[in-house]
């Protein structure tokens, strides 16, 4: 049955400076191109398993969308706030705590760190921490060392 999901899709206001970002800024493959249609598509992470499409509309019909790359949980946890960074992105937790570092959801687990794209839309790097969820009936999301904590008890 349902195995994964494929592609999602995105309106942005300008597709070049949109293709600039999802293939230069963040990496992405592009595949396709389609001025007529004003689209462009990206392979996520290895071809043909995960796509993104983006389609110009005029700014008042783009609704702001979130979805979340998948990364390696090492990855995020060391490298990924240097790598917005180094990009001139800003990034963001729910720690409140004034930090841009990642934060975990304990339910999952999974560690993680936001972001935007230039049109609004909220991005997200999330990886799957090894080990059992943890609902918490006070905190669903802690930093890192506050979940390897947890985790040992």
Same mark, same amino acid.
């Given at each position: ?5 494929? =592609? ?50 005029? &700014?008042? =019909? ?61 991005? =997200? ?6 080990? &059992? ?21």
């Amino acid at each position: 049955m349902i195995k994964g999901l494929f =592609e999602t899709h995105l309106y942005v206001e300008n597709l070049e400076r949109s293709i600039d970002f999802y293939g230069k800024t963040l990496e992405l493959k592009q595949c396709y191109y389609e001025d007529d249609r004003r689209a462009a598509f990206f392979w996520i992470g290895k071809e043909k398993q995960s796509m993104l499409g983006l389609w110009e509309k005029p &700014k008042e =019909e783009i609704d702001i969308r979130h979805f979340a790359f998948e990364c390696e949980p090492e990855w995020i946890l060391n490298e990924s706030v240097n790598y917005l960074k180094s990009r001139n992105l800003k990034c963001r937790n729910f720690l409140r705590d004034g930090t841009e570092r990642p934060m975990v959801f304990v339910w999952m687990p999974a560690i993680s760190i936001y972001f935007d794209d230039p049109d609004g839309h909220s991005l =997200e790097f999330i990886g799957i921490l090894q080990g &059992k969820s943890t609902p918490q009936k006070e905190k669903i999301v802690v930093s890192y060392e506050e979940w390897l904590k947890i985790k040992q008890e």
